[in-house]
Structures are given as C-alpha cells and as structure tokens.
C-alpha cells in the first residue's frame, strides 16, 4: 500500500503473555520509529531505526520491550510478559529523509488491551 | 529535557468560529516546531511546521508562529469547519535530536 501498515489493528491479551505488534513503512523510507500513545498522554518515543546503523532504543521503558526491523523494512515490537500499564496504542512512522525534518508518516496504530 | 505543553481539551466551537490552540515548549537547543494532526479514524499527518524563530507555517486555512522569545507555537485559524474535528499535537526537534517530542494533544470539536 501507499502509506505506513500496522498490524493487527486490536490486540487483546492477558496479564503476562507475550505480544508482537508488526510495522510495514513506505517503501524507500530509511527511517522507522515506534511510538506509544497512552490515554490522556502524549506520544512517547520507544525506538528509532536508520539504515544500517544501530538502532536508538532510549525510550524503551524496560527489557520487556524489544524491537527489530529486518532487511530495513519491516519492523516488529515485542512485548514480553505484558502488564496491565502496557496498554496503549502503539504508533508506528517512517520517513524518506535522513536527516530528520520531522515529517513523518504515521500509520493507524495497533491498540494493545492487557487484561 | 525537551518538553511541550498543550492546552486540555476538549475544544468545542461553532461553525465559522475563531480557533486558538495554545503550545508551549521547553527546548535546550534550537528546535523546529510541527503541528501534527489526526482525524478520526486516520493516523497523525504532518499540519504545518516552523524551523526558526519568527518563522510563519501555515496550511490549510491553519497557522502558527515560531515564538522564541515566548516559547509558544500556537495554532489558529480564523474560520473553522466541521471538517477540522480532529485531535491536534504540538511537536519538536530539538538540535542534534533524532526523535520528536509531542504534547499531550488537544481534541478539537466542530457543531454545526
């Protein structure tokens, strides 16, 4: 498609299960973040991929949250062992530009539910 | 650490009324500013934005103005439509930052 896929749209899952939320930027864009939207917060930066190079993972909240973006294309964030407070809508966004102008392409989220 | 502040909504003005939504940001550096917005049911999309002080962006009937001296970026538009129902962020980026930084949002609401 033309813009920024996220899936699954809706997750529901219980307290302490494992969860992969998946990310498929717009082809060409060498850039990938992940962002967490919380109810009644702003964005919350996780994690930013460019290129090759290592990912900048300074917002991740704890080692439960992991990341990887294979073949610099598809990206995947995992939660491990999720807790009720990791409910959220996980944004992803990618852009063409190196060095970053902040525009950036959202895609519509995956809405995590921790029961 | 970088910071934005907006104000709460929700925002509920009549058809053709003035819009203001007030932005103010905390920034160790030079930072751009961006309004990003998200209509229902759509992913946030780039509004407009600002790279330096004094400068104006504006898009589609929106404006802001990069305020250094006040560290404000509000939103305005003179004439707003049901169309513009939508949650609003403020954001930027600072010097030598990889990441934006977004406030809280600000949901605006249009009656006809």
């Known amino acids: 498609g033309a813009g920024v896929s996220q899936s699954p749209s809706n997750k529901v899952t219980e307290k302490g299960k494992d969860v992969e939320l998946r990310c498929d930027p717009i082809?060409?864009?060498?850039?990938l973040y992940w962002y967490r939207q919380s109810l009644g917060q702003g964005l919350e930066f996780l994690i930013y991929?460019?290129?090759?190079?290592?990912?900048?993972k300074s917002g991740l909240p704890s080692d439960r949250f992991s990341a990887e973006r294979t073949g610099g294309s598809v990206s995947t964030l995992t939660i491990q062992r999720t807790q009720q407070e990791d409910s959220a809508v996980y944004l992803c966004?990618?852009?063409?530009?190196?060095?970053?102008?902040?525009?950036?392409?959202f895609g519509e989220g995956s809405r995590l539910t921790v029961l | 650490g970088d910071s934005v502040t907006q104000m709460e909504g929700p925002v509920t003005l009549s058809e053709e009324a003035f819009l203001t939504i007030n932005c103010t940001y905390t920034?160790?550096?030079?930072?751009?500013l961006f309004w990003y917005v998200q209509y229902p049911g759509e992913g946030l999309q780039l509004l407009l934005k600002?790279?330096?002080?004094?400068d104006k962006g504006s898009n589609k009937g929106f404006e802001a103005t990069y305020r250094k001296e006040t560290t404000s970026f509000h939103l305005e538009k003179g004439s707003v439509q049901v169309s513009d129902s939508a949650v609003y962020f403020c954001?930027?980026?600072?010097?030598?930052?990889?990441?934006?930084?977004f406030g809280s949002g600000t949901r605006l609401q249009v009656q006809p």
């Open positions: 966004a990618s852009s063409l530009i190196s060095r970053n102008t902040g525009e950036l392409f």
């Open positions: 082809s060409g864009h060498t850039a």
């Open positions: 991929f460019q290129g090759n190079s290592a990912p900048d």
């Open positions: 920034a160790t550096g030079y930072p751009s």
């Open positions: 600002a790279t330096k002080a004094d």
């Open positions: 954001a930027l980026i600072d010097t030598g930052r990889r990441a934006l930084t």
